[in-house]
């Protein structure tokens, strides 16, 4: 399994609030990983020594740090994955 973590700073000074900018970051992610076959996608990078048959959106947690003034939304990426068959 993997994980994308996306962290919006709130004392950065822009007209949107850092849970706003962190929710529209988490929307563009989930959305570039929904588009396209996720397992096809790594099998395209030719990752060295392994194969994909299986990758999805797992569970999407969300949480602040450092005296909430991060926000944080962690997506999971769940994965089945076998050694590459050398021929």
Excluded: W, Y
Excluded at 8 to 25: K, L
Excluded at 65 to 74: A, L, M, P, T
């Amino acid at each position: 399994m993997g994980r994308v973590r996306l962290m919006c700073n709130a004392n950065e000074s822009t007209t949107e609030s850092a849970r706003v900018r962190n929710r529209t970051a988490r929307d563009a992610v989930m959305t570039a990983l929904a588009q396209t076959e996720l397992h096809a996608d790594l099998n395209a990078m030719n990752p060295k020594g392994v194969v994909f048959s299986r990758a999805m959106i797992g569970d999407i947690t969300r949480s602040t740090e450092g005296d909430q003034r991060v926000f944080v939304s962690e997506i999971n990426v769940e994965t089945i994955a076998a050694p590459e068959v050398v021929k």
